[in-house]
């Protein structure tokens, strides 16, 4: 076992719009609504924006939905990634709570990478959230049980996943509150 020289421990905070503004929008049912048909509904309009990179690779947003494994936690943080040409939204099917981790950029010897002094983790329930583009995130953390979230991201041209892997020499790992 290598030596540790950075030992990371996160524990989630409550997920708020001004939290999360910084990596991108929450997707929730706030703000005042729109009433439409007739009154019968409630518009809670443009709450993110889908970003699809620059023409001619634009490419096309598409909708998917990820079936994702509950996590087991504690769990080792081994790797972050970022889509560079395309925002991506995790919009939950269900009630199950998640965890998001994300962070900012920092550049060392001229290359972006994740900055572990900013890592951020939040407890989603209920919300869901759009990265911005570039958005250095962990990949879908599921938690409880088997858990579908509808996926807005983008499909097209070019490499639209970056990921970086930390130094085997790191310790940084995910706990629930105690
Ligand atoms: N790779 C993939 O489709 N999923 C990741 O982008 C993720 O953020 O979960
Ligand atoms: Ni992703």
Same mark, same amino acid.
């Given at each position: ?16 719009? @001004?939290?999360?503004? &910084?990596?991108? $929008? ?5 703000? !005042?609504? +729109? %009433?439409?048909?007739? =009154? ?20 096309? =947003? +598409? +909708?998917?939905?990820?079936? #994702? /494994?509950?996590?087991?936690?504690? %769990?080792?943080?081994? %790797? %972050? $990634?970022?889509? &560079?040409?395309?925002?991506? #939204? ?5 009630? /199950? ?8 950029? !920092?550049?060392?010897?001229?290359? @972006?990478?994740?900055? &572990? ?7 989603? /329930? ?5 990265? !911005? ?17 509808? +996926? ?10 970056? $990921?970086?892997?930390? &130094? ?11």
């Amino acid at each position: 076992m290598a030596a540790t020289d950075v030992t990371i421990q996160l524990t989630p905070q409550p997920l708020t719009a @001004e939290r999360f503004a &910084p990596f991108g $929008e929450l997707v929730s049912a706030r703000g !005042k609504p +729109i %009433m439409i048909n007739n =009154g019968t509904t409630e518009r809670y309009h443009n709450l993110a924006q889908v970003t699809l990179g620059d023409a001619p690779q634009a490419g096309q =947003g +598409i +909708i998917s939905i990820f079936r #994702a /494994e509950p996590r087991l936690l504690p %769990m080792p943080i081994t %790797m %972050m $990634e970022r889509h &560079p040409l395309g925002s991506q #939204a995790f919009l939950p099917a269900s009630a /199950e709570p998640y965890l998001i981790l994300v962070c900012l950029s !920092k550049t060392v010897d001229g290359e @972006e990478q994740p900055d &572990p002094a900013t890592l951020t983790l939040f407890y989603a /329930e209920g919300a869901g959230i759009n990265y !911005k583009a570039n958005c250095w995130h962990h990949p879908l953390l599921a938690l409880n049980q088997i858990s579908d979230f509808w +996926i807005v991201d983008r499909l097209g041209p070019g490499n639209n996943l970056q $990921e970086f892997f930390f &130094p085997e020499r790191w310790d940084i790992s995910i706990h629930l509150a105690d």
